[in-house]
C-alpha cells in the first residue's frame, strides 16, 4: 500500500522569506502523480501544485516549486517571498496511474509571521 | 462559477441518531468523491462515484454508511447509527472525470460533532 508521510507537523516563517515543506512516499509502482494540497483556516482545499513522475523537470507554480527525486521517493515544497494568505495546512498527496485512491499525508501547519 | 457546495457545514448530534450530508459537484464534473478527515490528518477516501456509479467503496464501513448520487449529479452521504468516533470533518470533492491526473475540487466540508 502507498503511504505518505510528511515528518514537520507545524511550520513557521517570516513574510517573504522562503520555506521548504518536507514529503516521502512509499510505492513500488513507478507511475503516478504527486501532489500538494493547500487547507486554509476555514477554507477548504486547494490543489497548490502537481508533478508527473515520468516528468524529471521539477513543477513551479509561481512562488511554489518542487523537489521531485524520485529515487528517493521524495517530494518536498518550496515557498518563495512567502505571503501571509501562504498561512494554511499543507497536504501532500500521492495517487497511482492505475488507481484514484489518491492517498494524503498527515500534513504540516504552517504560519507565515509578520 | 460556483464550486463545489456541501451543506450542513456542521452538525451536532447524539450517538445512536442518524445524519445525512449533501454534496453538489462542479457542474460538468463527472466524478464525485467522498472523505473523511479526521483531526491532524488528511483526507481519507470513503466512496467515489463515476457518474451515478459507486466505483470504489472499499473503504466505506457499510454496516453504518451509506450514500447515494442519483442522477449523477448531487449526493448524499448518511450514517445512521452514528457513533462517538464518527465525529469528523467529511469533505466532498468533484473532478471533470476519474482520471489519476485530474484535479481534485474539494467543497468546504461538513464538520460532525457526535455526543
Known amino acids: 500500500a502507498q503511504t505518505v508521510t510528511q515528518s514537520q507537523p507545524e511550520m513557521s516563517v517570516q513574510e517573504a522569506e522562503t520555506v521548504t515543506l518536507s514529503c516521502t512516499y512509499d510505492t513500488s509502482e513507478n507511475n503516478y502523480y504527486l501532489f500538494w494540497y493547500k487547507q486554509p483556516p476555514s477554507r477548504q482545499m486547494i490543489l497548490v501544485i502537481r508533478?508527473?513522475?515520468?516528468?524529471?523537470q521539477n513543477a513551479t507554480e509561481n512562488r511554489f516549486s518542487v523537489n521531485f527525486q524520485k529515487a528517493a521517493k521524495s517530494f518536498s515544497l518550496k515557498i518563495s517571498d512567502s505571503q501571509l494568505g501562504d498561512t494554511a495546512m499543507y497536504f501532500c498527496a500521492f495517487i497511482q496511474y492505475n488507481n484514484n485512491d489518491m492517498r494524503f499525508g498527515a500534513g504540516t501547519r504552517l504560519t507565515v509571521k509578520p | 462559477e460556483a464550486g463545489v457546495v456541501q451543506s450542513p457545514r456542521y452538525k451536532i448530534i447524539e450517538k445512536k441518531q442518524p445524519v445525512a450530508f449533501w454534496c453538489n459537484p462542479i457542474?460538468?464534473?463527472?466524478?464525485l468523491y467522498w472523505y473523511l478527515q479526521n483531526l491532524g490528518q488528511g483526507p481519507e477516501l470513503l466512496i467515489r462515484y463515476e457518474n451515478e456509479e459507486a466505483v470504489d467503496d472499499s473503504q466505506l464501513p457499510k454496516d453504518r454508511f451509506s450514500a447515494e448520487r442519483l442522477k449523477g449529479v448531487d449526493s448524499t452521504l448518511k450514517i445512521q447509527p452514528a457513533e462517538l468516533g464518527d465525529s469528523a470533518v467529511y469533505l466532498c470533492a468533484s473532478s471533470l472525470d476519474g482520471g489519476a491526473r485530474e484535479t481534485q475540487y474539494f467543497g468546504p466540508g461538513t464538520r460532525l460533532l457526535v455526543l
Open positions: 457542474s460538468g464534473h463527472n466524478t
Open positions: 508533478q508527473e513522475a515520468y516528468k524529471q
